[in-house]
Nanobody
Framework: QVQLVESGGGLVQPGGSLRLSCAAS?????????MGWYRQAPGKERELVAT???????NYADSVKGRFTISRDNAKNTLDLQMSSLKPEDTAVYYC????????WGQGTQVTVSS
């Protein structure tokens, strides 16, 4: 089993940057095959933002490609998401996810992009 806790959300102006972090406990992230970030805006379904596999390969939603970067920090046992050139459309609750035979989720962190 694993516990995931997101942090780093907040209010940022359009065009700004924000870095989210997901701290994992109970499991070292290097032993997790796939981890990712998802987001859910009000009235919308949860959608995939980015994933990273054990071999380092990454996948991004078209809407964030070129602006967001997903990475693992094995020393700190965290999954991070660097977000740049933020748009109001990026406003959502962002969730950390890992798959180890089944899906595990964090509680989420709110990101609001507004002037």
């Amino acid at each position: 089993q694993v516990q995931l806790v997101e942090s780093g959300g907040g209010l940022v102006q359009p065009g700004g940057s924000l870095r989210l972090s997901c701290a994992a406990s109970g499991r070292r992230i290097f032993s997790i095959y796939v981890m990712g970030w998802y987001r859910q805006a009000p009235g919308k379904e949860r959608e995939l933002v980015a994933t990273i596999a054990g071999d380092g390969s990454t996948n991004y939603a078209d809407s964030v490609k070129g602006r967001f970067t997903i990475s693992r920090d094995n020393a700190k046992n965290t999954l991070d998401l660097q977000m740049s050139s933020l748009k109001p459309e990026d406003t959502a609750v962002y969730y950390c996810n890992c798959y180890i035979g089944e899906n595990y989720w964090g509680q989420g962190t709110q990101v609001t992009v507004s002037s």
